[in-house]
């Protein structure tokens, strides 16, 4: 079965093995997907997706683990049930964690949800709401009653084999989305933004600079200054231009490399890691196998 793009950003967040205990994708929902899945304790890589991600936790007792922050060290985390998180399209930073996760996942497409922050923009973009808690881009949890509400009926509906319909189904994506949006207007950007991003010129002056010598990783700081741009704007516009953090880009450009020249069978593995800016064949190794799930060996016979 194909996966639809937005089910495919949830099987693309979650990095590994996981129990799927409801899935939207037989109702072929155009909006949104809806999935609950059940992980257990791991390591999560660096990933990168396309549509906008809100995660709830679901469960009887807190979540606990550590995701890693823009600086690169590891933050210590603990969330409650009903606690959500909101991912951006682009890159999700890597994570330990510890405890069990009862998840559910909604993936809202993007374009979808460009439109309809524009028309709420048009609106007049009403910033108050009362006590309500701004969603925060330093914050990586919330609670939103109105959007926990709105998610229970998705799931409900998705349980029920979609009994009341598309056109219920419809609404509540648009209630949904349009419940973020709000949110997100006053703290988080969603989708971003043209002034956002580098320039073309900009980038690839900047990729140019990383490529000078593929042995070392990027000094964010000098690239950062070289762009113009504060650390944190820098990495915010990096991430807009390519979906990747300058590290996640460095190691896609290596992996790519080396996939492209397992073809000539004349190289060893060895040779192949060096040439591609890995210290050696088991780093390489070792970076190969948790980026695709096969070791470069296997997916050389296999070529």
């Known amino acids: 079965m194909t996966i639809p793009g937005s089910n495919a950003a949830i099987r693309t967040f979650l990095r590994g093995d996981s129990t799927m205990k409801l899935s939207s994708v037989e109702l072929a929902w155009s909006r949104l997907a809806l999935e609950g899945h059940e992980a257990s304790p791991r390591e999560i890589p660096e990933a990168s997706i396309d549509s906008i991600l809100l995660m709830l936790w679901q469960g009887d007792s ?9 600086g690169g060290s590891f933050v210590t985390y603990s969330k409650r049930p009903g606690t959500m998180t909101l991912y951006p399209p682009g890159a999700i930073p890597s994570a330990r964690t510890s405890t069990t996760s009862d998840l559910l996942f909604c993936a809202i497409d993007r374009k979808f949800f460009l439109t309809l922050s524009e028309q709420i923009k048009d609106e007049g973009k009403r910033q108050s709401c009362g006590a309500q808690r701004n969603i925060a881009s330093d914050e990586p949890m919330f609670h939103d009653p109105s959007l926990f509400q709105i998610l229970l009926l998705l799931r409900d509906e998705v349980r029920s084999g979609g ?8 609404h509540l994506a648009y209630a949904l989305s349009a419940r973020l949006a709000s949110i997100a207007s006053r703290g988080v950007s969603v989708v971003p933004g043209e002034s956002e991003a580098l320039s073309a010129s900009a980038l690839r002056r900047i990729i140019d600079r990383m490529q000078e010598d593929p042995f070392t990783c990027p000094d964010i700081e000098s690239l950062a200054t070289e762009a113009g741009y504060s650390y944190n704007r820098f990495l915010r516009a990096f991430r807009s231009s390519t979906g990747f953090s300058p590290y ?7 992996l790519t490399c080396a996939k492209k020249l397992m073809r000539n069978r004349s190289l060893t593995l060895l040779e192949i890691a060096l040439d591609c800016g890995f210290a050696s064949h088991a780093h390489f190794s070792r970076t190969f196998q948790k980026q695709y799930g096969v070791s470069p060996s296997r997916f050389r016979s296999d070529l």
């Open 62 to 70: 807190s979540a606990r683990g550590e995701h890693a922050s823009s």
């Open 163 to 170: 009994e009341s319909g598309q056109l219920y189904a419809e």
């Open 248 to 254: 996640q880009y460095l190691l896609h450009q290596r």
